[in-house]
């Protein structure tokens, strides 16, 4: 009994202790994974640049060889809508810009294009012009897409058209709303359809809900949709908007901030349709100094799962301009923080699991969940610690101790993903690792060997300590 107090103050000593039962069988609510759950979207025009990179290929792989499956590649963005298709031109893209750090305002692109696409190892979904309103460009460019880029799964005609407004040459200048775009995209689907297929991915909208497409676009033109694409950041530093990192990373915050989707997935999924966030990220217009931080990694854990439990099935996480881009996961010859999160949460959820369960109830800075096997047997436990640890002060550690595990005593594994504090930035030499020792090299190369930690189980239990901005994976 003695004892027994001694570990108990010295437990409470270390922070507030959380009991969580792990269910033995895959739990309702437990929700299916698509093994592309973690995907990349490009934009249009640097997506040739982005094919030239050799980290381009090794950080998609290391994605891949984790799930099992390639991670599939949206090629889109605001640059798709600026973008002429011209059969002559000999090289993939052609535009000029003032600095390297800018992004064309017009461009064209030629039939190479879509040979660098198809060697893309992944489902390829191809974003095309809608709004300079020429429709026959588009379709001869969606007709060498669909007949020379293999993994082909679907091709948009316009990008967030909730943009666009009534100067835009695809308003004819009648105006644009919501409702125009919803016949525009009709008809431009129908239209096109009788070549391509039924092979469109539907909405791409940034603010309006998708559901509006799903319910009023009509039958005929619902029936060539195959996937529905909504665009999400949580922040913008967009006109000087101010950015926030401890709100971007807290729990209780990506799960109010994803369950606004849920109606969303819900609708597209009764309608036969897949339902992605086919293009986000952490923070619009240069990412406001929070994006290339380890808490934006650790926003990414959080946010994939979230996601995935409210029915997002896939999510693009988008790459801009080479080498000034504040959220990508990679450039020229360097990885930046967030990748770490995007390994780390594939890792969790690896090539044999299935099915994920939250384990606890969305209100607290600790986020916890489980991973099942197609067997229904608990494969993984993770613990997101998303209380904001900025390098001053003391970091404070949360025990949580899991119960009810089929295994009574022994050991078992945890890997830890950890860095400095949640501002560190692998850009500014600052040290993030998977293992203790796991990083990557310019070029995304796994290097360093990751190492494991031992787990004691007693009575069915396991207790781990989890410091302020740091992620565990406990292997069952
Ligand atoms: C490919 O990379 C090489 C070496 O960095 C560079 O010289 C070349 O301009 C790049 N080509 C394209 C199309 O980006
Ligand atoms: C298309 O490409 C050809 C060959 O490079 C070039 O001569 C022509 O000017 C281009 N047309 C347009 C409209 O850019
Ligand atoms: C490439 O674009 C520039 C303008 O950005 C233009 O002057 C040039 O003619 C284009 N080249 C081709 C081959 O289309
Ligand atoms: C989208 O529309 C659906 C159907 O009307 C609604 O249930 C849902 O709350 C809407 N979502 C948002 C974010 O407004
Ligand atoms: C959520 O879980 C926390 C911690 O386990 C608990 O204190 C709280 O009462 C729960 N809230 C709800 C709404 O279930
Ligand atoms: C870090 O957080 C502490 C409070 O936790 C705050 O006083 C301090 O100003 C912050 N430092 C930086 C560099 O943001
Ligand atoms: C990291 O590598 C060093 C040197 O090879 C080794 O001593 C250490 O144990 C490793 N740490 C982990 C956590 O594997």
Redesign the pocket.
């Known amino acids: 009994m003695a004892r027994f107090a001694a570990i108990l103050v010295t437990v409470l000593s270390v922070g507030y202790v959380r009991a969580i039962a792990v269910p033995s069988t895959t739990p309702s609510g437990a929700v299916s994974v698509d093994p592309s759950l973690v995907s990349v979207s490009i934009e249009f025009f640097a997506f040739p640049g982005y094919t030239n990179i050799t980290g381009t290929n090794n950080c998609l792989a290391n994605l891949a060889t984790l799930r099992g499956a390639q991670p599939a590649v949206r090629i889109g963005g605001t640059t798709q809508d600026r973008a002429t298709y011209?059969a002559s031109?000999?090289?993939a893209v052609?535009?000029?810009v003032a600095s390297p750090a800018d992004a064309p305002t017009s461009l064209?692109y030629g039939p190479s294009f879509f040979t660098l696409a198809n060697g893309l190892k992944g489902d390829v979904t191809v974003g095309l012009n809608r709004q300079l309103n020429n429709q026959a460009n588009t379709l001869s460019a969606a007709s060498l897409a669909k007949s020379s880029v293999s993994r082909l799964l679907a091709l948009e005609l316009g990008n967030e058209p909730d943009l666009y407004s009534s100067s835009s040459p695809i308003a004819s200048g009648t105006g644009w709303s919501n409702s125009i775009d919803i016949s525009n995209e009709a008809k431009w689907f129908t239209a096109l359809a009788p070549t391509l297929g039924n092979i469109f991915q539907g909405a791409v909208y940034l603010s309006w809900n998708t559901s509006t497409l799903v319910s009023g676009i009509g039958s005929a033109a619902l029936a060539t949709i195959k996937t529905i694409s909504r665009h999400s950041y949580p922040q913008s530093a967009c006109g000087g908007a101010s950015t926030n990192l401890p709100s971007l990373m807290s729990h209780s915050g990506i799960v109010s901030y994803v369950s606004q989707y849920k109606a969303e997935a819900t609708i597209a999924h009764n309608a036969g349709k897949k339902f992605f966030l086919g293009e986000t990220n952490s923070a619009t217009c240069g990412g406001g100094g929070i994006s290339p931080t380890f808490g934006a990694g650790l926003w990414i854990i959080d946010y994939v799962l979230q996601s995935a439990l409210i029915g997002v099935d896939r999510l693009y996480f988008h790459h801009g301009t080479i080498s000034n881009c504040a959220y990508c996961w990679w450039g020229q010859s360097a990885v930046y923080s967030p990748y770490y999160g995007a390994v780390f949460v594939s890792e969790f959820l690896g090539a044999d699991g299935a099915k994920l369960a939250a384990l606890d109830n969305g209100t607290s800075a600790i986020a916890a969940y489980a991973v099942y096997s197609s067997a229904n047997a608990p494969l993984r436990l993770l613990v997101v610690n998303t209380n904001y640890y900025n390098g001053t002060g003391t970091r404070a550690a949360t025990t949580v101790q899991f119960t009810g595990l089929t295994t009574a005593s022994g050991t078992k594994s945890a890997k830890r993903l950890t860095a400095p504090d949640a501002t560190s930035r692998t850009d500014e030499g600052a040290q993030v690792t998977i293992g203790g020792n796991g990083t990557f090299s310019g070029s995304c190369v796994r290097q360093g060997t990751e190492g494991t930690e031992s787990v004691a189980v007693n009575g069915g239990a396991l207790t781990v300590s989890v410091l302020a901005s740091e992620a565990l994976i406990v292997y069952l």
Request: glycine share 0%.
């Open positions: 011209n031109l000999q090289t052609n535009y000029t064209t």
